[in-house]
């Protein structure tokens, strides 16, 4: 959806030969095509952003959703829709969000999930609420089948404090895009070491994210900031920042 990289089916293990190769993986496509042939006679309709492009789709939606007995959806579900007689939800391999690199994803799927049983609490209906996972003992899953939001809270800041993340800090990425993965990464580069330059503050800490990704034809080159006053590294390289619209500023 983003790099429009693709690559053929391995039919054999590079390294011993062998052909006993399982492709394991979640798709809202492929939860659809499994449904339909467990359950025939339902009619089965699927929300995504593959399917609902644009607002006169949404609204459609609403529609395709009353006269449907079974809906899968992605989180978009707890933002954008507000309707009755849900009997049961499933919430599929929630650990497979876990693995977002970011530091606060577990605050998002905490938030995400929440948002989710509370949307049907609150306006009385008793509906199901049940969460696949493989991986039951996580404190994070129990923190949310239990409402626990205490712990959650508590674990979580201790980790931030431990590891230099917001709210004990502030954080900005600067974000290089070119089309050229060479350019992207030496502009990137060559901004990082101007910054470690005119650093003065030992607790500030840059960091340069090697490992270029690429969304929509570009290759993206990132600096991680973090510190108290990021605005005074910013201030020092506002002519590198109005100068070229390749390069955006995102505070956390």
């Excluded at 339909?36 to 609403?62: G, V, Y």
């Excluded at 709210?167 to 502009?187: A, C, E, G, I, W």
């Excluded at 108290?228 to 619209?245: A, V, Y």
Aim: proline letters at 2%.
């Amino acid at each position: 959806h983003h790099c429009m990289h693709s690559k053929d089916y391995i039919l054999n293990c590079s390294k011993c030969g062998s052909t006993n190769i399982e492709y394991i993986w979640v798709g809202t496509q492929q939860i659809q095509d499994t449904l339909q042939k467990h359950f025939p006679n339902s009619k089965i309709f699927r929300m995504d952003t593959d399917t609902l492009k644009n607002k006169k789709e949404k609204l459609e939606a609403l529609d395709n959703i009353e006269y449907s007995d079974i809906v899968i959806w992605t989180k978009m579900i707890t933002t954008w829709f507000n309707f009755k007689n849900i009997s049961t939800i499933w919430v599929i391999l929630l650990e497979q969000e876990l693995n977002i690199p970011k530091y606060n994803t577990e605050e998002t799927v905490y938030s995400n999930i929440k948002q989710l049983i509370w949307r049907w609490w609150r306006v009385g209906q008793e509906t199901n609420i049940i969460i696949q996972t493989f991986v039951p003992s996580n404190s994070l899953i129990n923190n949310i089948v239990n409402l626990n939001y205490k712990d959650f809270l508590k674990i979580t800041l201790e980790e931030r404090k431990l590891f230099n993340y917001p709210p004990f800090t502030k954080m900005v990425h600067l974000n290089y895009r070119d089309k050229d993965k060479q350019k992207s990464y030496l502009f990137a580069k060559e901004l990082f070491e101007k910054l470690k330059k005119i650093n003065n503050d030992d607790k500030n800490q840059i960091i340069l994210v090697e490992n270029t990704k690429k969304r929509d034809q570009n290759f993206i080159s990132t600096i991680i900031i973090k510190s108290q006053n990021p605005n005074i590294l910013l201030d020092e390289i506002k002519t590198d920042i109005f100068r070229n619209s390749w390069l955006s500023v995102v505070f956390e």
